[in-house]
């Protein structure tokens, strides 16, 4: 069996702050876009 594949958590922005303009792909969720989001930036994505 290969390596184990750990999914990430859901953002928990208030729905105050969510857009549905914005997407990101990475977690799957309307609080930032892709290009914007601090954990691919971190993960060097």
């Known amino acids: 069996m ?3 594949v750990k999914w ?3 953002m928990q922005a ?3 702050f ?3 303009n914005r997407w990101c792909d990475f977690h799957h969720d309307h609080s930032h876009k ?3 989001c601090v ?3 971190a993960r060097g994505q």
């Open 34 to 36: 892709t290009e914007d």
């Open 39 to 41: 954990a691919t930036k």
């Open 8 to 10: 990430p958590q859901k």
């Open 2 to 4: 290969g390596p184990h």
């Open 18 to 20: 969510r857009n549905p």
């Open 14 to 16: 208030p729905d105050s």
